[in-house]
C-alpha cells in the first residue's frame, strides 16, 4: 500500500513532456558522466605522434594538406568574392592566419577525433576572433536528456564553462564518427594504437641493438685447466663488469676483445624471429599509414605497391582522404557561423585550384561543355557553381 501510495503521487505531480523517442536511452547512457576513450588523448598523442615517425609524419601530411587547399564562399545564388565571414575566416586571430588556424583543427581532429573552435564575441554579430582550443583540455557536459549542454575547458586547477544553450554558441566541436560514444569522437590515431605501439617497441630494439655494438649477443665459454667449467663468484663478476663497461654500447663497436685463459667467445647469429622482426616494424608502419588513409608510397614505406606512380598515390590521397576531411570541416564551420550572421551560406574547398586534381577536373569541365544537352545552368550545377544572375541560359 505503501508503494502504491507513492507510485500514485509520483504520476499526478509529473507534467506531460514531449521528447526525442530516443531521448530516454541517451540520457540513461551519458547523463551525469563523460565517456573517455580506453587510451587518454595525451599518452596516445605523446605514443604516435610525438614518438612516432610515421604517425607524426601521416598527421603532418593531411593537415598541411587540408589546411592549404583554398576555400569559396558561396550561396544558391553567387559566389562572394568578399564577405566578413571570409574575411575572419582568413583572419582568425591576431596570432594565426588561416592556415596556421586549420592547421590545428584538423591536427587535433586527426590525433584525437575532436576538435573545439572558439568564438570571442565583440560589439558585431560575427565573432571577431577564432580560437582552436586542446581538444585534452575540454570536457563535454551532458544535460538531464543527454545532450551536450555545456563545455568545460580546464588549465591546471582553473577551469572556464561555455554554455551552448543559445542559438549561436561560443564553441563549434567536430568530432569524428565514433559508434560507442555520444560527446566524444575516434581518432585515427586510437584505431592505430596496437601498430604505433608495435612500431615503437620495434625502434627500442634496433636503439638496443646498436647499443650493443648493432650485432647479435654472443656466448663466453669458460674451460678450466682442469676440465670444469664453472667460475668461482669473485672471478663471474669481475668479467661481468669488465664486460659492460669496456665492450658494451655504441662507442664501443667493433673493439677487439681481450679473453684471459680458458675464455673462448661464441658469437649467436640472428634467431628467425630476430630476422622477421624489420618486416614486422614495416608492417605496424603500413598499419598506421593505413588508418590514416595516407598511401604507404607517400610516406617512403618499402614493400606497397597498391599504386602504379607517385602521381597516382598523390591523387588517392586527396581524393579519398584530404577532400573529405576539408569538406565537412569546413560544412560544419560555415553552418556554426551562419548562426552569427542569420546568412545561408556555405564554406566548401575550391576544387579548380586543387593541382593534385587537375587532371580530373580538366576531364569533367571538357565532359559538361561537350554535353550540348544541357543548358547552360544545368552545367554549371554540375560543376558545383552557383547559378547565374539572369537565370538558366540556353546559350
Not at 258 to 272: Q, Y
Request: with cysteine.
Amino acid at each position: 500500500m505503501v508503494l502504491n501510495f507513492l507510485r500514485r503521487n509520483g504520476q499526478a505531480g509529473a507534467p506531460e513532456q514531449k521528447t526525442s523517442a530516443t531521448g530516454p536511452v541517451v540520457a540513461y547512457h551519458s547523463a551525469g558522466r563523460v565517456a573517455w576513450s580506453p587510451r587518454d588523448a595525451v599518452s596516445l598523442t605523446r605514443a604516435g605522434f610525438s614518438s612516432n615517425p610515421v604517425g607524426f609524419r601521416s598527421v603532418k601530411l593531411i593537415a598541411e594538406a587540408a589546411a592549404a587547399l583554398p576555400l569559396v564562399l558561396q550561396d544558391c545564388q553567387r559566389r562572394y568574392e568578399t564577405h566578413p565571414i571570409l574575411s575572419l575566416v582568413n583572419r582568425p586571430n591576431l596570432a594565426q592566419g588561416r592556415a596556421e588556424l586549420m592547421e590545428a583543427l584538423y591536427g587535433q581532429l586527426l590525433l584525437t577525433g575532436n576538435a573545439y573552435v572558439e568564438a570571442v564575441q565583440g560589439e558585431t554579430e560575427l565573432p571577431i576572433e577564432l580560437h582552436v582550443l586542446r581538444s585534452d583540455r575540454m570536457r563535454v557536459i551532458p544535460g538531464a536528456d543527454g545532450w551536450p549542454a555545456a563545455y568545460e575547458y580546464a588549465v591546471g586547477a582553473r577551469k572556464h564553462r561555455f554554455d551552448i544553450s543559445g542559438a549561436a554558441p561560443a564553441i563549434c566541436h567536430i568530432k569524428s564518427f565514433h559508434p560507442q560514444d555520444d560527446h566524444y569522437g575516434l581518432s585515427p590515431l586510437q584505431a592505430a594504437a596496437m601498430a604505433v605501439d608495435v612500431h615503437n617497441s620495434a625502434s627500442r630494439w634496433s636503439k638496443a641493438l646498436l647499443d650493443n655494438a648493432a650485432r647479435p649477443s654472443g656466448a663466453l665459454v669458460y674451460r678450466s685447466p682442469d676440465g670444469h667449467g664453472a667460475m668461482a663468484d669473485d672471478q663471474f663478476q669481475r668479467l661481468s663488469e669488465e664486460i659492460e663497461a669496456n665492450y658494451q654500447g655504441a662507442r664501443n663497436a667493433g673493439r677487439p676483445m681481450v679473453l684471459e685463459g680458458g675464455l673462448d667467445w661464441k658469437p649467436m647469429g640472428f634467431s628467425p624471429s630476430d630476422m622477421e622482426f624489420q618486416k614486422t616494424k614495416e608492417a605496424a608502419a603500413r598499419e598506421i599509414a593505413l588508418a590514416f588513409g595516407v598511401p604507404p608510397m607517400l610516406l617512403g614505406i618499402q614493400g606497397d605497391a597498391t599504386y602504379a606512380n607517385y602521381q597516382e598515390a598523390n591523387r588517392a590521397f586527396f581524393r579519398l582522404t584530404v577532400l573529405p576531411l576539408a569538406t565537412r570541416v569546413a560544412v560544419a564551420l560555415s553552418e556554426w557561423l551562419s548562426r552569427f550572421s542569420g546568412d545561408l551560406i556555405e564554406l566548401r574547398p575550391d576544387l579548380d585550384r586543387v593541382p593534385a586534381l587537375s587532371a580530373e577536373r580538366d576531364a569533367q569541365w571538357a565532359r559538361v561543355t561537350a554535353a550540348d544537352f544541357l543548358t547552360v545552368g544545368e552545367k554549371r550545377a554540375l560543376l558545383g557553381l552557383p547559378a547565374l544572375p539572369d537565370g538558366d541560359l540556353n546559350e
